[in-house]
T-cell receptor, first 114, second 114 residues
């Protein structure tokens, strides 16, 4: 069955700490991968995406993610978090061909302490 | 417009009543997706459209749920005879074209069934 797993449900960090959020997927075929952020009271915003090519992708706000095909993983990283990064983070996958519906992970709630 | 516009923001219905939600996709986007978010983190795909045609309805409950995207009108999601379990936030998203382009999300409609 198609699924996306985010193992860290809640993460608490101090400002300037490094961040890595895990995302693993189970999906037959070629996939596109996405990370979205949802700030309190706001809609989902795209942080970054991977379609093909360089497996290390850079997104907005200093975030990056690495696609490791052999591990079916697409972990999100940021070298130094800020208080304003407090939000919920969702990993999503869809098929590179097909109906393009997203399969979402259950999200990781990040709290950054000032 | 440049944003996906969902109305209303909040909708309260008594059990058994009808609920209708609306979504105006970003101008020029061909695909519209509906997702249901329950328990604040789990997204479930409901249905997608390519222009006014149903593209994928594999997530739609067979009974009570229906959706349309008609030309020159907002898309709609309608729930007949609502049940307590329909309480959720319903998100609409749109994307430009095939090839797994990122989906742009609206702010969601919070549906509360009393």
């Amino acid at each position: 069955a198609q699924s996306v797993s985010q193992h860290n449900h809640h993460v608490i960090l101090s400002e300037a700490a490094s961040l890595e959020l895990g995302c693993n997927y189970s999906y037959g075929g070629t996939v596109n991968l996405f990370w979205y952020v949802q700030y309190p009271g706001q809609h989902l915003q795209l942080l970054l995406k991977y379609f093909s090519g360089d497996p290390l992708v850079k997104g907005i706000k200093g975030f990056e993610a690495e696609f490791i095909k052999s591990k079916f993983s697409f972990n999100l990283r940021k070298p130094s978090v800020q208080w304003s990064d407090t939000a919920e983070y969702f990993c999503a996958v869809n098929a590179a061909s097909g109906t393009y519906k997203y399969i979402f992970g259950t999200g990781t709630r990040l709290k950054v302490l000032a | 417009g440049e944003e996906v516009a969902q109305t209303p923001k909040h909708l309260v219905r008594g059990e058994g009543q009808k609920a209708k939600l609306y979504c105006a996709p970003i101008k020029g986007h061909s695909y519209v997706f509906w997702y249901q978010q329950v328990l604040k983190n789990e997204f479930k795909f409901l249905i997608s459209f390519q222009n006014e045609n149903v593209f994928d309805e594999t997530g739609m409950p067979k009974e009570r749920f229906s959706a349309k995207c008609l030309p020159n009108s907002p898309c709609s999601l309608e729930i007949q005879a609502t049940k307590l379990e329909d309480s959720a936030v319903y998100f609409c998203a749109s994307s430009q074209s095939q090839g797994g382009q990122p989906q742009h999300f609206g702010d969601g409609t919070r549906l509360s069934i009393l």
